[in-house]
């Protein structure tokens, strides 16, 4: 993510000057407050995914305000979602006011008045009106309505803003638009499945959300050596056949992404200086390999390198063998 402001870039009797600024530009014009200090401390980041972006930010205490005459000045005409991680947040819109705990997600629009009382940190994805395939007049029911992050797909979308806002990460332009897609396709399934109305979403944001939702299974599971197709198939109540044909969509088989995540994950470990004491095999076996000499073999054919030389190497000359940049929920 790229610096937008941080308060320790200025003196302190212009931060907050530079902070409204900075958040206008980043997200929306809004007026703000501070409360109970003169002194704002904060800062934001953003990462632009095509039309689509993503920001994280942190503040002390205020009020925010975006009113009638900011509306008719500047609309970009924007929906917002957001996850709580941390502090107190309030916020008022569309006749709704909602104490929003960390955790939760909160869905918002530009085109309407709120108000917001807030201290913490948050991560937004926020999009142009007109990407959402979902009517507003359905969406709007959950406008300023605190949903749960931390269940179903609404876990998918905070761990997806979760990765970006704290991934040191490098994404390619190509990646980038990839991911706004990814993050579209998570903000309108939670939004369908709380109005209740999956059916509406168009079938290739489905196919490719059941796919994420797969991914991330597989992921939680990559540990269990004993994982099959089957009970990958079962959990999420389809065929056999038709898991194998979602991964043939993206170019891999279900077994090669399993295998290319475990491997990722070993990669990611061997070059860990706080795992540099773990024997390889117990690394090979925490990711789901049984067979040391399957890890190794395996794990030469993508590097070019056993895992002990790449172990040696990385910690003489840094982590620059093998790195790969990995959307989330696409194949790695």
């Known amino acids: 993510m790229e610096k ?63 009113t009638p005459r900011l509306i008719r000045v500047s609309d970009p005409e924007i929906f917002a979602f957001g996850v709580t991680k941390s502090g107190s947040h309030v916020i008022e819109q569309n006749r709704n006011r909602t104490a929003v705990r960390p955790g939760e997600l909160l869905f918002f629009e530009s085109s309407r008045p709120f108000e917001t009382h807030a201290d913490g940190e948050c991560i937004l994805i926020q999009f142009p009106r007109t990407l959402l395939p979902l009517p507003d007049r359905h969406v709007t029911q959950l406008i300023c309505r605190a949903l749960p992050g931390d269940q179903g797909i609404g876990q998918l979308l905070t761990a997806f803003l979760t990765h970006l806002a704290e991934s040191g990460t490098t994404y390619t332009p190509r990646d980038g638009a990839r991911l706004g897609t990814v993050g579209m396709d998570l903000v309108t399934a ?60 993206h170019g891999v088989t279900v077994r090669s992404w399993m295998r290319g995540r475990r491997l990722e994950g070993c990669r990611r470990d061997l070059a860990d200086p706080l795992k540099h004491h773990l024997p390889i095999h117990a690394i090979a076996t925490r990711w789901g390999f049984s067979q040391p000499s399957d890890f190794t073999r395996a794990f030469r054919v993508l590097h070019g390198i056993t895992p002990s030389d790449y172990r040696n190497q990385v910690h003489r000359h840094g982590d620059q063998c093998g790195t790969q940049s990995q959307v989330p929920g696409a194949p790695g």
Do not use: N
């Open 4 to 66: 937008i402001f941080d308060s320790d870039d200025f003196p302190a009797r212009d931060a907050f000057s530079a902070w409204e600024k900075a958040t206008a530009d980043a997200v929306m014009p809004t007026s703000f407050e501070l409360c109970g200090t003169d002194i704002f401390r904060g800062w934001v980041r953003a990462m632009p995914l095509g039309a689509v972006q993503v920001s994280a930010m942190a503040y002390s205490s205020y009020v925010t305000r975006r």
């Open 190 to 249: 939670t939004l369908a499945h709380f109005l209740e109305r999956e059916d509406d979403m168009p079938s290739e944001t489905r196919q490719r959300v059941l796919f994420t939702q797969i991914t991330s299974f597989i992921e939680r599971h990559l540990a269990d050596c004993t994982l099959t197709a089957v009970e990958i198939a079962e959990a999420h109540h389809i065929s056999v056949r038709s898991l194998h044909r979602i991964f043939q969509q």
